[in-house]
């Protein structure tokens, strides 16, 4: 099983930028299907974006689509989200996660979360 960290998160304005990142342990990262997530604040969980182990194909969130990029480095065993024009509703704990299944995207190992604040 893949072990998670992410890294990244703060407190921005609206239309700024952040990246994300989430460092894995383990040697099967290589070869696992990614994905974060999100929690807003007294909400559930939620699907941003994912992406194959090659990284050849990504699937994102209707909310973030053109806004967010998810990308990986296997030989550095992390996986990215760059959020540009970022927007008050993206306030949310971010989460990555290995996938057991890529439709619907559904994570089976989690990493502890990263706090995302977008001022107005």
């Known amino acids: 099983q893949v072990q998670l960290v992410e890294s990244g998160g703060g407190l921005v304005q609206a239309g700024d930028s952040l990246r994300l990142s989430c460092a894995a342990s383990?040697?099967?990262?290589?070869?696992?299907?990614m994905g974060w997530f999100r929690q807003p604040p007294g909400k559930e969980r939620e699907f941003v974006a994912a992406i194959v182990w090659t990284g050849h194909t990504t699937n994102y969130a209707d909310s973030v689509q053109g806004r967010f990029t998810i990308s990986r480095d296997n030989n550095k065993s992390t996986l990215y989200l760059q959020m540009n024009s970022l927007k008050p509703e993206d306030t949310a704990v971010y989460y990555c996660a290995a996938l057991s299944r890529w439709i619907p995207p559904i994570g089976d190992s989690w990493g502890q979360g990263t706090q995302v604040t977008v001022s107005s």
């Open positions: 383990g040697r099967t990262f290589s070869f696992k299907n």
